[in-house]
């Protein structure tokens, strides 16, 4: 009999949460994916790809529509230091249709990451249009280089006083979320100085692209609502 309770207390509980669980798994996020953020998050607001055979204009735009990355740093944790340790930051390089090409990020010295960069500050960062509604639209798998990704290697360092409000900007634009981001955790702006440049974006290997010819590329993309 007191099985039969339990069951019957079950399966009122489970009804009555069903609702609110429902719009917990489909109401728009508070940071990337909900509307109204400066994102790309509507299909019919993703510009087309750029021509494959200009490399740099590929790269500015995978930088400018993705707005988080894989980061790879060299470990200080113990049982893996010196091995690679990845790991997934948001970032932006400004409002949608108008970055830099400078990718920002939000940080704290509590992230493991951050550990890793205090002591070796050369990291590289992988992007891909997976992470867009792109290669889902033509059936493209992540790993395909149909699927363009970019790959971008330097040093993260903390930015100056004098970029600051850019830093703070391209992010909060992205990520409003990071507005109530603990103070406690002493969250710092950084960027990744781009040494080197990666594009694979069609078959026959990666494409290298200069610095130069990274911040050089333009185009005359348009954000949400623009």
């Known amino acids: 009999m007191a099985g039969c309770a339990c069951g019957f207390v079950r399966a009122v509980l489970a009804f009555l949460l069903a609702p609110a669980l429902v719009t917990l798994l489909v109401a728009p996020a508070r940071g990337r994916g909900g509307r109204g953020h400066g994102d790309w998050d509507a299909a019919e607001l993703l510009p087309p790809l750029p021509p494959r055979e200009n490399a740099a204009l590929v790269a500015r735009f995978v930088t400018n529509v993705c707005d988080w990355g894989a980061l790879a740093t060299i470990s200080t944790q113990e049982g893996v230091r010196g091995r690679p340790f990845a790991d997934v930051l ?14 920002y990020f939000y940080l704290s010295p509590l992230q493991q990451s951050v550990g890793n960069l205090q002591e070796n500050p050369y990291a590289t960062l992988t992007m891909s249009l997976a992470e867009t509604n792109f290669c889902r639209k033509y059936g493209f798998d992540p790993q395909s280089p149909l699927c363009a990704h970019i790959i971008l290697s330097g040093t993260v360092i903390k930015v100056s006083e004098t970029e600051m409000d850019v830093a703070k900007n391209s992010l909060f634009i992205r990520h409003p979320e990071m507005k109530t981001w603990p103070s406690s955790h002493n969250w710092f702006f950084a960027k990744l100085n781009i040494t080197n440049i990666w ?6 290997g990666p494409k290298i692209v200069t610095p130069a010819d990274y911040y050089n590329a333009t185009s005359q993309r348009r954000g949400p609502g623009q």
């Open 199 to 204: 594009v694979l974006d069609y078959f026959g």
């Open 90 to 103: 948001s970032l932006s390089d400004g409002p949608p249709g108008k970055g830099s090409g400078v990718p």
